[in-house]
């Protein structure tokens, strides 16, 4: 069978900015016949994520991220749908879904290491199940919950850089349903914050391109800050930190502006804003390493209360979608640049 794949053509560097023409889009084969336990899958949506910055690197400073590969086919969350399975459990006309999803037109996989998705959790947008009914919607709801420390009726102030993305957006809302009294979102743009206010339910706002960021953050929060959903990093981040209280949490869920730059994950805080957090007892924990390490029932139990949440439309759902795979670097290098809101998918087929 002749399908398209996007390969990683070309590697930024460790403190290069990425750029669509890192990927090359091609023409490949896949075999016509399948083996036991394989599925034949046509692809329909893949996630694009900040993360994937420390993947074109060829050591990704983490763990638990493989590099992608020169030449070869780049991978991430996807879902797809059953043409013909040779697996017990899969049939044809079944959605899956995969955390390693081939970026092609269609794939043959192993149907054990793929999930059954039922569409009706997510009121028919299968899509979600890449966001917030996915990994992007565990992480945000596992940190918060786990290492939040939320406490309902204790007048909490959370704070959420970079929140008008994927992860961010969910959190803050996240925050508000397990008890935040309080709930200020930080972005880039008025639109970004006035969809964070109007929309999501944030108290307010920062466009940290107008005006003071400490100032604001002192008139907007003047109890201090209990809980920091850290999405960037940097001087925001900094910013932050130095405005939090004693016995605080923070949430270190991703560090998009340090990505681009040759550091270890995650980043070292600077050594004033260290002193800071070890005088002030501040707790500082990763997200996405916690849903790692969660149990498969844990996580499961998790999804049906994010889908519960979408289903009663107490968890407002954003996504930026592209259409077509040809399309993948161009809106790689976008949301690297700040330019989505919610969730970055592509669309590869109805």
Not at 35 to 55: E, F, H, I, K, N
Not at 117 to 145: C, D, E, M
Not at 220 to 233: H, R
Request: proline share 4%.
């Amino acid at each position: 069978m002749i399908i398209q794949r996007v390969v990683l053509n070309s590697r930024p560097g460790k403190n290069g900015v990425p750029v669509a023409e890192n990927f090359r889009l091609e023409q490949s084969t896949i075999a016509d016949m399948l083996q036991a336990g394989q599925v034949c899958v046509r692809t329909l949506y893949l996630s694009v994520d900040p993360y994937m910055r420390c993947r074109m690197n060829e050591d990704t400073g983490s763990d638990y991220l493989q590099p992608w590969q020169l030449s070869e086919v780049a991978d991430g969350g996807g879902i797809g749908v059953v043409e013909e399975s040779k697996h017990d459990n899969l049939a044809k006309g079944d959605f899956v879904t995969s955390f390693n999803w081939p970026w092609q037109t269609a794939a043959i996989l192993d149907g054990s290491l793929l999930q059954k998705l039922v569409p009706q959790l997510v009121n028919g947008r299968l899509s979600y199940f890449l966001g917030a009914a996915g990994i992007t919607g565990l992480t945000a709801l596992l940190g918060v919950k786990e290492k939040g420390h939320v406490t309902a009726g204790a007048n909490q102030t959370m704070v959420v850089s970079g929140a008008a993305g994927a992860c961010g957006s969910l959190a803050g809302q996240i925050g508000r349903l397990e008890g935040c009294s309080r709930v200020v979102g930080i972005a880039g743009t008025d639109e970004k914050c006035s969809i964070l206010v109007q929309e999501m339910g944030f108290d307010a706002a920062i466009n940290y391109k107008k005006g003071n960021v400490a100032e604001q953050l002192r008139e907007l929060c003047p109890g201090g800050v209990d809980v920091y959903f850290d999405n960037v990093g940097g001087d925001i981040s900094d910013t932050v930190i130095s405005q939090m209280n004693q016995n605080s949490h923070i949430i270190l869920c991703g560090q998009i502006s340090q990505y681009n730059k040759d550091v270890p994950y995650p980043p070292p805080l600077p050594p004033d804003t260290e002193k800071i957090q070890k005088e002030r007892n501040i707790t500082r924990y990763t997200s996405p390493d916690l849903v790692t390490r969660f149990q498969v029932d844990c996580t499961q139990a998790s999804i049906l209360q994010l889908c519960q949440w979408i289903q009663e439309g107490k968890l407002k759902v954003r996504e930026t979608v592209v259409e077509g795979l040809s399309n993948i670097g161009a809106a790689f290098q976008s949301m690297m640049n700040g330019g989505n809101i919610g969730k970055q998918i592509v669309l590869v087929s109805k």
